[in-house]
């Protein structure tokens, strides 16, 4: 969709008529199984778009090929404009604007919350000391476990693990967050401190590419829900059309099953 009033400037295209994550043609095979079939996919800057489908329907997959953790085969994959090349430096930089928040938590064992959160900013971004310190204080304080900051990763619950991902993948100051199942390794009480974080950083504006079976996050936060099945886009429509109209049978199937249980 055109922002309104962008075709006013003729000087040069407003930043926000580049999509955010652009994949175009993406093709992947593991072995003879193809797990990404001809996948094209637009996200605009600030908006959430839910994955959803069957399991083995190739969206971690999806997810996963967005920052080169897995390589494709084919097409093209784009964030903010430019194209992600296969290795090399130019593939770390961009690699860096593309925050990502898996299934397991991946924290670093031996270091504390907050070691944990300022090792990149450090490491890749060059931050000071202070500097880095400060704004991850800042954001454990907003995913709301600030008070954990000296503590270890296995002193944490599941959700406060989770909430500590969040806020390390957030102190690379990313252009886009990616999230791979992020709560279903989690106890059911524990899902939602997971999803409300996930929630207040889609109302301020934060490009999310979310995989989910978190049907009421799908409803509430995204923009567009995106399903897939067979490693195929079956279907992408906005939330509201999606869960009171799907217009395909997979779709239609999928939801029986996950709505009526």
């Not at 929630?199 to 995106?226: K, Y």
């Amino acid at each position: 969709m055109e922002p309104t009033g962008s075709d006013v400037k003729e000087v040069d295209p407003t930043p926000s008529a580049v999509p955010m994550i652009s994949m175009q043609a993406v093709n992947k095979h593991f072995g003879s199984l193809h797990v990404l079939k001809d996948i094209d996919l637009e996200v605009d800057r600030g908006q959430v778009i839910v994955v959803l489908g069957p399991s083995g329907s190739g969206k971690s997959t999806l997810c996963r090929t967005i920052n080169r953790l897995e390589p494709i085969d084919s097409g093209t994959i784009a964030i903010d404009g430019e194209i992600l090349p296969s290795e090399g430096k130019k593939l770390a930089q961009l690699r860096s604007d593309v925050g990502m928040v898996f299934q397991s938590f991946n924290l670093f064992a031996h270091k504390t919350i907050l070691q944990n959160v300022t090792l990149a900013p450090m490491k890749v971004r060059k931050k000071s000391k202070a500097e880095a310190r400060e704004k991850a204080m800042e954001l454990l304080e907003r995913v709301g476990i600030a008070n954990q900051a000296d503590k270890y990763p296995a002193q944490l619950s599941g959700g406060q693990q989770q909430r500590v991902a969040i806020a390390r993948s957030l102190a690379m100051n990313p252009k886009v967050m990616l999230f791979d199942e992020p709560t279903s390794a989690l106890d059911p009480e524990m899902i939602n401190e997971v999803l409300n974080v996930m929630t207040s950083l889609a109302a301020d504006g934060m490009t999310m590419l979310v995989v989910t079976h978190e049907m009421g996050f799908a409803r509430g936060a995204a923009n567009r829900v995106v399903f897939m099945d067979g490693g195929a886009i079956v279907e992408s429509a906005e939330p509201s059309q999606f869960f009171t109209n799907p217009q395909t049978d997979r779709a239609k199937d999928f939801l029986g099953k996950i709505l009526h249980h």
